[in-house]
């Protein structure tokens, strides 16, 4: 079949056409293109002249004047001129939509910054008529600025919200929805419950803003999107302005965050701000969050400004790459106050000028794992309390790899500034490759155990003298191991009461710029083969009585005797010799018994 489209103002002579299924005749006339797709018509002659075999295009109608279905002959194709705009189809049962779009513009909403109520309605009108399909489809929003004054709802499946291009404030071909209404969500997208959780939804090529770029950034609650009992679901080319929080998740399923950006452009008010929010006692699960930005003004915060945030039950397979998060209080905080989940992994994080804990990691039982690898942390901490790069709060079963930290290159006066922090009974972890540089301390563990910290770089310049490189107290059974410590320090490593039962070995110290090398407080530990500071070297020692023990420190010694009259060397009660003249090799905190009648001369040599 052939159509032939009747411009504006043309005249022809139609000898006969057919429309849908009425055959009609007509003379000389003017047709009028009628709406945004034109006066479709098919026609076998045109001013007398042949043209084409007689086809059968669309007609268009409006609901109400729908003809009957035909259940003898399914298939004909229309026009809706309202409802949900585009083509429809009668199935013999009903006529439904068979390209499930819907342009907003349709609707009655408004591109050009006006007219926000006449916008809400017409934009939730589309939603609902989306939603009303049972394949769900396509909310389309050609460019331009649509001003809303109330929350738009989505609670159905398969409802499909696009735009143009993430717009920016009058950005050319760009689709920004702007909030009138101060502490407003813009986007709920939402299930019932758990048990009835709704699916297949797609958020992408727009952008929310609440005021002007210039000002309205005062917003202490609202998110643009939030998601909740949702499954499968996919938020991508995305920019968010001036919220509360950017995106706020609970109980959502199977969901992918690609070159998603929220910004705030002025300090933060009061409360707390979030780029991405996740909580809830159901939790949410297989969440990837991948190219995004999130970023806040780094100086004048009333409140407290989160670029990630999840609490409750925690979130599992949960993976995170390349989001960028500039100048929060913390850049990720996930909390497990609930029962913990697992395989949560941060690769290749930039958490630029945060000025409290770049990512906090708190009460994740023993099951638990985090990875966080491939990152660049950089600290913008002055005054605020305890900061750190990362701080695992009795937390577990972390590894922290092959990131970059770097301090405060303004000032190193807050003393507890850390690049990482192990707190308040963490267990099972890795601190691993890392590159640590100008930080009070580099890795501190308090009220931790069983902790590795192996092959990192630790680097202090003249202005920037640490404390100390790494320091460990109150805990047994961690493993220093292949370290550098280099620059300024107080310290290299400072080992304080109760760092029992660990090893420290093979770490390279560059001794000229650093006052003490190894400060060791704690008992039965191994302390061997660090260059730099092994071996010790060699010192007399003087029996004071026979029998007389001699107990090597946390380091490998060799012990000599010579001279005087020695009747029994002993380790362990076995008698090893019994006589002047013989050396001793003691492990760690190995001890020997000497007797003698005569006073030998005794030396060690402490390696």
């Known amino acids: 079949h052939y159509l032939v489209i009747i411009q504006t103002g043309d ?8 429309i849908g299924l009425e055959d009609i005749e007509t003379g000389t006339g003017t047709f009028n293109r009628k709406g945004r797709t034109g006066f479709d018509i098919s026609v076998s002659k045109v001013n007398g002249a042949n043209l084409f075999p007689l086809g059968v295009h669309l007609p268009r109608f409006l609901t109400a004047d729908l003809p009957p279905v035909d259940a003898a002959n399914p298939g004909r194709l229309v026009e809706l001129l309202d ?86 404030y009058g950005e050319l071909n760009g689709t920004m929805i702007r909030m009138t209404t101060a502490n407003t969500t813009i986007l709920y997208v939402h299930g019932v419950a758990a048990a009835a959780r709704i699916k297949s939804h797609v958020i992408e090529k727009i952008s929310f803003s609440y005021g002007e770029n210039s000002t309205h950034d005062t917003n202490t609650s609202g998110s643009a999107i939030d998601l909740r009992h949702v499954l499968y679901a996919k938020v991508t080319d995305v920019t968010v302005l001036n919220q509360a929080i950017g995106m706020y998740l609970d109980d959502v399923i199977d969901l992918w965050v690609t070159h998603f950006f929220s910004q705030r452009l002025y300090a933060v008010p009061a409360g707390t701000s979030y780029g991405i929010f996740m909580e809830g006692s159901v939790g949410n699960a297989s969440i990837t969050i991948r190219d995004a930005i999130i970023g806040f003004v780094d100086s004048g915060h009333t409140g407290t400004a989160i670029g990630v945030y999840a609490s409750g039950t925690i979130v599992q397979d949960t993976y995170l790459e390349n989001v960028e998060i500039i100048g929060a209080d913390k850049g990720m905080y996930f909390e497990a106050t609930g029962s913990l989940k697992y395989d949560i992994k941060i690769h290749a994080p930039i958490i630029d000028r945060y000025l409290m804990n770049g990512i906090e990691l708190i009460g994740f039982a023993s099951i638990g794992q985090v990875t966080i690898t491939d990152g660049w942390f950089a600290s913008a901490a002055t005054t605020v309390g305890t900061s750190a790069g990362v701080k695992l709060n009795a937390s577990s079963g972390a590894i922290i790899a092959n990131n970059q930290f770097n301090g405060n290159n303004t000032s190193i006066a807050v003393t507890t500034n850390y690049g990482v922090l192990v707190d308040n009974a963490a267990v099972d972890s890795i601190i691993s490759t890392n590159t640590f540089r100008n930080f009070y301390i580099g890795v501190g563990v308090a009220a931790g155990s069983r902790i590795s910290i192996k092959d990192n770089n630790f680097f202090n310049d003249s202005t920037h003298t640490a404390n100390h490189h790494i320091g460990v107290t109150g805990t047994g ?50 302390i061997r083969n660090n260059k730099g500071y092994n071996p010790v070297g060699i010192s007399n020692i003087i029996p004071t009585g026979s029998p007389y023990t001699i107990t090597a420190g946390a380091s490998p010694e060799t012990i000599y005797f010579y001279g005087g009259t020695i009747t029994d060397i002993s380790i362990s009660s076995s008698t090893i010799a019994f006589a002047t003249g013989v050396s001793v090799d003691l492990a760690p905190n190995q001890a020997l018994v000497l007797t003698y009648t005569g006073l030998p001369n005794v030396k060690r040599d402490v390696h």
């Open 83 to 168: 409802g949900l705009r585009g083509t429809w189809k009668d199935t013999g049962t009903a006529w439904v939509s068979v390209t499930g779009h819907a342009n907003v513009l349709d609707f009655g909403a408004y591109n050009n910054n006006t007219n926000a109520a006449a916008t809400t309605t017409a934009i939730q009108a589309a939603l609902n008529a989306v939603a009303a399909l049972t394949e769900g489809g396509i909310v389309f929003f050609p460019p331009g600025m649509y001003l809303v004054n109330a929350t738009l709802t989505v609670t159905a499946s398969g409802v499909h919200i696009r735009g143009s291009n993430q717009g920016w």
């Open 11 to 18: 005249s022809v002579s139609i000898e006969k056409a057919k």
């Open 477 to 526: 059974y961690n493993h220093i191991d292949g370290n550098l410590l280099d620059g300024y320090a107080t310290t290299g490593i400072l080992l304080g009461a109760g760092f029992d039962n660990g090893v420290v070995e093979s770490n390279l110290f560059l001794p000229t710029n650093i006052t003490t090398l190894l400060s060791y407080s704690g008992s039965n530990s191994q």
